[in-house]
């Protein structure tokens, strides 16, 4: 529970936080349209990301994760769905340029990349600050045992419909309170969280609660555009701003690879978020 402060005291606060602004986002998502529609994402604020099922939504925020712990971020990606020899497999494949469908068929091609880029994947591993949490988290509780025992700058969650409804009436209400509690965990932790959710088949509205709507602070939709329309370019992947309270909501387009679960700018140059970066290709 964070303790009182008088408003000008929390002036200052703001102050210091305005005075270290440079211009280019804090935690940068790596995608330059993606950046441009929500600087990054923020301290204190809770992003949702809305997506039909294989639609990219993990991949997505898996590479957000990845890529702002590149810059020295703490960050937790706290997955209530899938394994973390998964999670460490789809990276590797995201980082290398590695079809995952292919090294999942045991290709030998990909197998033989994939064993050759281990020790360069491990070398990053031992670097970033980057862990993932697969055994924990379908309680509000346990996310903020999470946030206690890890104090990460960015804490992702894949994805809230996985959560307990254990104790509740129904899991809308435990979808409810968890992303209302969720919210303001964000702001007690100095944290910024990331919650990934499925949207209905219509397409329209977040899977099993207007309340997540109303508890983001951000609200993206993401739609791969292919698996809408046949006739679409493969690579198009379409991102929508429902909702900001600090900014404009507005659509963008970028790259979507599939095959090795890739996002990528479409029009312009991509943020490298860090120094070294440009070794990522194969």
Known sequence: MREHESSYIVLDHVLNSVAQRTGKPKFPTGITELDDLIWGIHKQELLIIGARPSHGKT???LQIAWNISNIGATTIFNSLEMSRENIIERLTCSEFGINGWKLRKGFKAEMDLFAGV???MRSRLLKNSFE???YKGWTIGQAK????KFKP???FID???KISSKGFGNKYEA???YSHRLQDLAIEYNCAIVLNSQIQRSGEFLKGAGELEECADTLIFCKWLFRESNTADPTDYEISVEKQRHGPCDIATINFDGGCYKFSSKFAKEI?????YTDVDR
């Open 59 to 61: 991949s997505l925020a």
């Open 118 to 120: 281990a020790d360069k």
């Open 132 to 134: 993932i949490v697969d």
């Open 145 to 148: 045992e999470i946030l206690e």
């Open 153 to 155: 700058d960015a804490l």
């Open 159 to 161: 994805h809230v419909q």
């Open 175 to 177: 979808l409810a309170d």
């Open 272 to 276: 490298k978020p860090y120094k070294d």
